[in-house]
């Protein structure tokens, strides 16, 4: 027999979980670094076996959760309901297969970075000439001349904002999508996390959430950089990293079930927004789309024949 890789040595080797505050026994996962008791509320990471950083109350907020299940069975009809594309018997029909409610930690690492860039942007422009024509009683000639040229165009980008991590990787949650009111945010209390909910655990510890946030910020003014030149040749990115804070937030995780197929949906438990959902199209929805897409491609069509030249 071969040896075993290492990861799943220290696996075998590791001894469970306990919370070092109150040392309840904690649901553990292989690679999971990031805790909080769901008795004592205690929240902690472990840098390795036996040895742990608490992350202090202090660091540690939450938004609350703004629904129980009756009421989040509603906030659900009403997106059923409401929207285009939608199969028009979905909130009478489809049946709720599954509903969790999930407490998510997410790093919030405040962050400024000031940028200075310079590039060439490509400038297009078609020039009209009219060259009469030598025969009485005959058109001019339109010709147009393409020409491009490139100008220096330098730049300045600043920005200072919260900067959001998820705190657990295995997790898909579109968070650059998602509105968060951190201002609504509360320290954390063991005693708002709402009952049978899924405290999750994290595996990404604060020094990882930095990192991640300097690169994210970087690509950011990358991004909006090349976005104002077509060729970038320096950028000179300045960030400074703020405090970071863990803030848990509650999620439900819905399944439901329309004509014997599942669909998923994620809503923030917060404030009733749908993260994500997806839904089965009305029966004549296709015929619809597929209408405007032709009758779009008529107008470009009549477009490009009648555009003069
Ligand atoms: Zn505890």
Known sequence: MGEAPPVQKRALGLKLVNCPHCNAPLDYSLGETLFTCKYCGYTFSMIKEGEYKEIAPGKHFMLASSFNEAEMREVISDWMRKGIFKAGDLAEKSKITRMELRFVPIWIVNVSADSTF????????TERRTRPSSKPGEAATVTRIRKERWVDKSGNLSHHIDWKILATKGMSLPLDKIKLSIANKIPFKIENVSQGAKLINGDVDEETAKERTESGIRNYHRDKALSEVDELQVINTNVQLGEAQLLT?????????????????IVNGSSGDVVEGEAPMGKYDILVIGGVIAAVIIIIVIAIALWPR
């Open 118 to 125: 310079h590039g060439k942007k490509r400038i297009v422009e």
């Open 249 to 265: 937030i509650p999620f439900w995780f819905i399944q439901y079930k329309y004509k014997n197929k599942l669909y998923p949906i």
